[in-house]
C-alpha cells in the first residue's frame, strides 16, 4: 500500500508521520519512510535547487518540472520497487502537492501538472491520501520563512489550501481530510482509523 500526507506549511504533518511511526513500530508493522522533494540522492539535490532562495527567477514551468524529475526518481528507484515487493510505503507529500502549489497557487492549472507528472500518476498513484486539514491562517504562526516555497504570500498559500480541498473533492474519497485537534495525539488517533479503514495499516 501507498500512503501519502498532505497539507498547508506547518500544519503538523512531521508530528504526525512520526506518531505514525511510532503506532506502526509499537504494533510491530514495518514501513518505508520518504519524503519529496527528495528521498533519493538525485531528489535531494534537485530538493536544493528548487528550494534555494536564491533562485528567485525561477520559471513556474521549471519549477513543475524539477519537483516532477525529483518524483520520477523517487518512483523508479524506491517507491515501484517496494510496492513491488509487498512493502508499505509512506510518503510525506507526492504529486497532490504540486496540484495545489503549482497547478492552483501558480496557476499552472491541474491539468497541465497532472501531464508533467503523467509517468508517475500512470505507476504510481497513492492508495490513501491524508490531508492535513488546516487552513494556512490558523497555522502560519509556526512557519519558518526560510526556503523559497515558504516564502511565498499568504495569498499563494491560501491558493495551496484551496486546490488540496478542490482535489480532494474530484478524489472519489482516495483524499481523505483529518482536521487537528488541539490535542496532537487525538489527531493521530483519526489518521491511524482513517488508515486502518483503508486497509493500509492494522
Ligand atoms: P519541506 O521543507 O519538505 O516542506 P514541508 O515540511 O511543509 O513538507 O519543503 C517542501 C516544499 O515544497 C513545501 O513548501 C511544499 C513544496 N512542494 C511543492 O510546491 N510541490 C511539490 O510537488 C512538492 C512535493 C512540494
Redesign the pocket.
Known sequence: MFVTFEGC?GVG??TQLTFLKEYLEKTGQKALYI???GSTDISEQIRKVI?DPKNTEMDPITEAML?AASRIQLVKQVIKPALERGELVIC???VD??IA??GYARNLGADTIKEINAIAIKECMPDITIFIDLKPQDSWRKVQLE?R??KESRDFHNKVYDGFVEEMKKSGGRIVAVKPDIDKKVTSRKIIEELIKAGAIK
Do not use: H, T
Open positions: 506549511e504533518k512531521s519524503r519529496e522533494p528550494l519537483y510525506d507529500r507526492y502537492s504540486s502549489y503549482q526556503d516555497m515558504e
